[in-house]
């Protein structure tokens, strides 16, 4: 029997009915990864999963990522991640409370950035029955393929420039400021504006105001003002999904062909608590 893939009617995204807690064979594992090339964000719904499931599913996409964040990592599974607005007794966050809060593609800031992300959700926040928290995606091969020609083509072997401490300017963030050796260890690093996905061969954009800084070979301020334009571009309506939360989704998505934002409309008490892995990927191309 084939999987059940139901797409979300968005430009990307769809449901997959599968208990990520049962055995999955060689075969649906190839159906799932195909499905997911296809709708590049994919939800498993109601599912049950330790935290061994989690990390041993994400494990079949790749080597994965051990956040550069670490004192919000699992300490018995180190490769997840806390994503979460909660805080302990003393009022200190226990996760990483801005992760999503501009428009981004998965460590991007590292030569190999990420093949895909795995978020699990374990609390969603709600007020007066309505959901909040819900996470924005947008479809980065569509947005490359309505550009006009003659962009494309200045666009051609064109790279930008992306940097990690970026991400930082948050207003209020309450992450950790980076070290002088985390600093170090996330140079700037340059990135085609286009790249062509590793597995399927699409084209897609890869670049967002909130952490390129520009674009090598150009003048600063027109740089800045093409990444503008193209990430503008890209979360126009007709190319976002939006994934409201249900306690119990694993979903993940594809960052050579999607780029995402967190939505924070939501405080304490309501809490938000996921659990996020993190596939390594291969140097863009
Ligand atoms: C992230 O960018 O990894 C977090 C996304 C989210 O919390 O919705």
Known sequence: ????????????????????????DDAMFREIVDAFHDNIVVVFRNQHLSNAQHVAFSRR????EIHIVKKYLLSDYPEILL??????????????????????SDVSYRKHPSRCSLLYAIEVPEMDGTTLGSTLFANTIRAYEALPRSMKTWLTGRKAIHRYSERMRVANSPRPKLTAAQLAETPDIAHPIVRTHPFTGRRSLYVTKGECIGIEGVPDDEGRA????????????AFLYRHTWRVGDLLMWDNAAAMHLAI????????????RTTVIGSVPF
């Open 83 to 104: 994503v979460t607005n909660i805080r302990n007794d003393a009022g200190e966050n226990i996760g990483l409370a801005d992760a999503g809060f501009t428009w981004h």
């Open 226 to 237: 093409v990444i503008e334009a193209l990430h503008d571009h890209c979360i126009k309506d």
């Open 264 to 275: 924070c409309d939501y405080d304490l008490p309501q809490r938000r608590l996921m659990h």
């Open 61 to 64: 996409f790749g080597e994965l």
């Open 1 to 24: 029997m084939p999987i059940s893939v139901l797409p979300s009617g968005a430009a990307l995204g769809a449901e997959i009915d599968v208990d990520l807690s049962q055995s999955i």
